[in-house]
């Protein structure tokens, strides 16, 4: 999705808006219920196919193997990211959350790691990422969450409710 939103007018201009457009649309859990509201998220590029009817899943989805035999794997996505100056401004976003009570203790931990991966890290604009580089601080950063009490609390309410925890 980082990649998506990296791709745009809005992204060319501004070396910020992918990472905070990826943070407002991961923090805020938006979802989309069908294609046509996934579409302008970048859960699904415009040239992707798009199948309404369940019943036309499996003819549909024959036909598009069928057509892509010789695919080829597109050469792997590179990120130039801001790092820091983009982690402080999603930072105050979460500081402002926090003091509007909309937002509690731990997510204040999960929004700056959150905020950690989307800005890439300790780098600067001029620094290459790899996807790889990406997954790996993705990688670390769940990997300390998950050792958080109050994440896995967040994990069993979610598991057994189906509902998030707010803490």
Partial sequence: MLARWLDTEESKNDPHYASLKVFDIIGYGKTATSPVEAEPLKYLKPEDK??????????????????????????????????????????????????????FDHGMVVGKELAHVLSGGDTEIDKTLSEEDLFKLELDAFMKLIEIEETQAR?????????PLIN
């Fill in 50 to 103: 798009k199948i309404m009817n369940r019943n036309s899943l499996l003819e549909v989805s024959k036909k598009i193997l069928n057509a892509n035999r010789d695919f080829k794997a597109p050469p792997e996505t590179k990120f130039n990211l801001p790092g820091n100056s983009v982690k402080m401004e999603m930072i105050k976003i979460l500081d402002k959350l926090y003091n509007d009570k909309i937002i």
């Fill in 155 to 163: 994990i069993k309410h979610t598991l057994a409710t189906g509902k």
